[in-house]
């Protein structure tokens, strides 16, 4: 538990160690995301020898594409807007997950999942009162890129869950960032104009959310049953928050809290409803 714990609350300085690199373009920051994990693994795929493309390797590359999209919005959404509005709008990918495996999987709606969905959409439209609507507004673009990353992380959670069983943890990690990692190399023309200290920071960022976090939770998982993993890991949301409020003076408007709430608990919900769903299926199958 204490694994999982520590994982949430070292993912909640996500944005913080973001704004810090501001000043360096996304697809530079992302190349770090991306390369540092990929450098860390190479040799410990060869020392188990596990460093060889075999599975549906096409649908891997097309999630590590999507994966590769969607974190270019994600360093948007914290480079251009606040903190709380970036995070509280990300974690709405447990909606967009249900929504995907109904219309496009043709899953059977249940009412309370419709319910949850039209909590969640009111809670992102409170989240967005009193913002522009427009694309002269930093804070509106930043706001959308958080969205658009919540639904390309939302499809790379479907396809990389329907391969889980063929590629260890390592391997998975892998694939997830080695298009990005050769998709942001043209990003590296930016290096001679970047900051020491910020090219430092993207070499602990990559370390510290692409390697330590995951493995922490994959360790935590081992001793926890996976609702209670996922459910520990919105303490991300919660310190994140409260870290982009103390430390970058961000304000916690209503419609934040409230818009926010709504949210977490949409996707807190829909998630044990995938959960229970599961576990039916599991026992079904015995």
Known sequence: MYAVIICA???????????????????????????IPIIFLIPLLWKKGDLHFKGNNKRMLLA??????????????FIYTSIGNAVVLFYTYPIFVTAIEILFLKKKIKKEQLLFLLLAFIGIIITYIGKP????SRDFIGMLAAIGASIGYAVTVIIFKTETHNYSQDKMIFYQNIVGAVLFIPFLTGLPT?????????LFYGLLIGIVVFKLFFFGLKYLAA????????????????LGHFILDEKLTWNILVGGALILTSSISISRLHRKAARNSVKASV
């Open 9 to 35: 609350l070292i993912a909640g300085n996500n944005g913080l160690i973001i704004k810090h690199m501001s000043s360096m373009s996304p697809g530079l920051i992302a190349w770090f995301r991306t390369t």
């Open 64 to 77: 590590s594409s999507i994966n590769a999209v969607r974190m270019y919005l994600f360093l948007i959404a």
């Open 133 to 136: 609507f427009n694309f002269e």
């Open 194 to 202: 970047a900051e020491i200290d910020h090219l430092a920071t993207g």
């Open 227 to 242: 609702s209670t993993a996922t459910t520990l890991m919105y303490l991300e949301v919660i310190t994140a928050v409260l």
